[in-house]
């Protein structure tokens, strides 16, 4: 079922999309085909009376399986090339939940973040990575003292999303707002290239399996040929 695609030119890429498209057909298939099987299991464990915590836990997998490589489809059909994962800055998530996970901290030097959500396609909406945040005065004791402290916890999305406007071009900006309103990808974000400047904007779709695995997919480029 798998494929190892190569393109040496422009002219063979979209033979390789074609081909991801179609490969992407088949991988569904594969899972729907587990999710049956799974799913009968399911039916004989509830008919004896078994315990379906695992099967149940396995039909889930299956079907968030399922919505990751329906939206990577939607992406290569869409016309998004598919590039070779890189360390990115990521500036919006796509969620639907109204607040964060909660999140405390009593560093001044604390970073939180939103989590995608992995969501299926057309569904959240874009958010900044970095949540709105509040904070209030604790007080503890301490060697047999009070003590006051500041801590800091997570309130709200930003629905404000913090892109550099005034370093990117528009035409840039028009082609992340066009994949933003897609609603496929489950984070967006930019390669920055600190010698010369010329960032490479993506979309990424994060695998439910976890460890790092995503799929990166080439959104907008610009170059200042006076860095060359």
Excluded at 35 to 58: F, I, K, P, R
Excluded at 152 to 166: E, K, L
Aim: glycine content about 4%; hydrophobic content about 40%.
């Amino acid at each position: 079922m798998d494929l190892n695609l190569v393109a040496l030119t422009p002219a063979e890429i979209a033979p390789a999309q074609d081909a991801l498209v179609a490969w992407c057909g088949r991988k569904l298939q594969a899972l729907a085909d587990e999710a049956d099987e799974l799913a009968l299991h399911q039916q004989l464990a509830v008919t004896n009376g078994w315990n379906t915590s695992v099967v149940t836990a396995a039909l889930n997998r299956t079907a968030r399986r399922v919505t990751y490589y329906t939206k990577m489809r939607e992406a290569l059909q869409a016309g998004y090339l598919l590039v070779p994962n890189m360390p990115v800055e990521v500036l919006a998530v796509r969620v639907q939940r109204a607040a964060p996970r909660p999140q405390t901290s009593t560093s001044p030097w604390h970073t939180f973040q939103s989590r995608p959500e992995l969501l299926p396609a057309g569904v959240g909406r874009y958010v900044d990575d970095q949540p709105l945040e509040a904070s209030h005065s604790v007080e503890e004791v301490r060697d047999g003292k009070p003590v006051t402290k500041t801590e800091f916890y997570t309130t709200a999305h930003d629905d404000d999303v913090d892109f550099p406007i005034a370093l990117t071009k528009p035409q840039v900006l028009d082609a992340v707002a066009r994949a933003m309103a897609l609603k496929v990808f489950d984070q967006i974000g930019r390669v920055q290239n600190r010698t010369s400047g010329d960032p490479i904007y993506v979309g990424q779709l994060l695998d439910p399996r976890g460890n790092g695995r995503c799929a990166t997919f080439f959104l907008a480029w610009w170059l200042d040929t006076t860095t060359l």
